[in-house]
């Protein structure tokens, strides 16, 4: 019999009533969000990662002045139990991603401008930093006045960590060896002031999509697994022409049929849906819908591919839309959950 009950997690800033990571389970049956619960209670777990296995789940964690990664159990309700964290001096990450194997997390440091590796023990602890790499340069934006490193995930083939440097407009690509050391192989200088954020690989895992924040693009990407790099296919916007306010992108998900390609706008609040063409991996605009919330940060398509869950920060809603599967539309369910400050949307591994 097919799960119709998914379990996930959303992780906050621990501002206003956000006591930490939340949990939640969608009822695809019902359509429905419920049960939702403080999972864990730490200071800004604002993104999560989930280890493939569904054993552990890593934070972004800060504590006082330090900031890194903390680790946790999972048990088969759900729960989470705190493991350990490791954190070094001054503000902490704002991703984190794990391997396949559980062996390696990674740390992407937005205010510091660089990326870090970390072992995993056995028991599923963060050991001591492996590698550190800084970024150098800057960009024409005002707010790229320095490296603004925002995202670190593995390449499909988990040869490569891809990186996106939205201070000075770059994909970076690292070698990652066995003790966790990062060594850059390649680099691919995108638009300048377009501030790349997030990257979704297409499961044929030869093109990506690029989340650019400052421009509101989705840049489409292609990629070499022999050397890791990339080159640029196409630029879409993901606003309408005569919009001209303030907006920031911010993530970028694609459907697991390969076929929609799906990205957030903070300011317009709302998701831009875009159709892949099969051959090329270009994308069709479909359709822009509302996020009825402000500064919608992150979202999450189910496992089932039938719901999307969005999570709007500064309106404090989660916000559960039924997804078409032939078209990529998604319709509204209800937009009156509330989980303060949200900020990252996960769903464990069905």
């Known amino acids: 019999m097919a799960n119709t009950k998914f379990k996930g997690y959303i992780g906050t800033y621990t501002k206003?009533?956000?006591k930490g990571i939340y949990s939640f389970t969608l009822d695809t049956n019902e359509g429905k969000?419920?049960?939702?619960?403080v999972a864990a209670e730490l200071g800004n777990p604002t993104y999560l990662a989930i280890s493939k296995d569904n054993r552990f789940l890593y934070s972004v964690v800060?504590?006082?002045?330090?900031?890194?990664?903390?680790?946790?159990?999972?048990d088969e309700s759900?729960?989470?139990?705190?493991?350990?964290?490791?954190?070094?001096?001054?503000?902490?990450?704002?991703?984190?991603?794990?391997?396949?194997?559980?062996?390696?997390?990674?740390?992407?440091?937005?205010?510091?401008g660089f990326v870090q590796s970390n072992l995993l023990g056995e028991d599923g602890r963060v050991l001591p930093y492996a590698s550190i790499r800084e970024h150098e340069g800057k960009g024409p934006d005002p707010r790229q006045e320095k490296p603004h490193t925002?995202?670190?995930?593995?390449?499909?083939?988990?040869?490569?960590?891809?990186?996106?440097?939205?201070?000075?407009?770059?994909?970076?690509?690292?070698?990652v060896e066995e003790d966790g050391t990062l060594t850059k192989v390649n680099l691919l200088p995108v638009k300048a002031g377009s501030g790349p954020r997030h990257l979704v690989f297409n499961p044929n895992g030869k093109v990506a999509y690029v989340m650019t924040e400052f421009s509101s693009e989705v840049i489409v990407l292609n990629y070499n697994p022999e050397n890791g790099s990339f080159t640029e296919v196409q630029y879409i916007s993901t606003l309408p022409e005569d919009f001209k306010e303030n907006n920031q992108g911010s993530a970028i998900h694609i459907s697991a049929d390969g076929r929609y390609v799906y990205a957030g706008n903070r300011g317009h609040n709302s998701i831009a849906v875009f159709s892949v063409e099969q051959g090329s991996g270009e994308l069709t605009f479909v359709e822009r819908?509302?996020?009825?919330?402000?500064?919608?940060?992150?979202?999450e398509i189910d496992p089932s591919g039938k719901f999307v869950v969005a999570a709007n920060q500064e309106s404090s809603n989660v916000v559960l839309y039924s997804r078409d599967e032939a078209s990529g539309k998604l319709t509204l369910i209800t937009s009156d959950i509330t989980v303060p400050y949200g900020v990252c949307v996960k769903f464990l591994n069905y």
Do not use: M
Request: glycine letters at 10%; one cysteine or more; charged letters at 25%.
């Open 16 to 18: 206003g009533d956000s």
């Open 33 to 37: 969000i419920e049960d939702i619960q």
């Open 62 to 74: 800060k504590e006082g002045e330090a900031g890194g990664i903390a680790a946790f159990s999972i």
């Open 78 to 112: 759900g729960n989470l139990t705190a493991i350990n964290s490791e954190v070094l001096d001054g503000a902490p990450p704002c991703y984190v991603s794990v391997d396949s194997k559980n062996r390696i997390v990674f740390g992407t440091n937005y205010h510091q």
């Open 150 to 175: 925002h995202y670190s995930e593995l390449t499909p083939d988990e040869k490569y960590l891809a990186v996106c440097e939205l201070g000075t407009d770059a994909v970076i690509t690292y070698s």
């Open 289 to 299: 819908t509302s996020t009825e919330g402000d500064w919608p940060r992150d979202f």
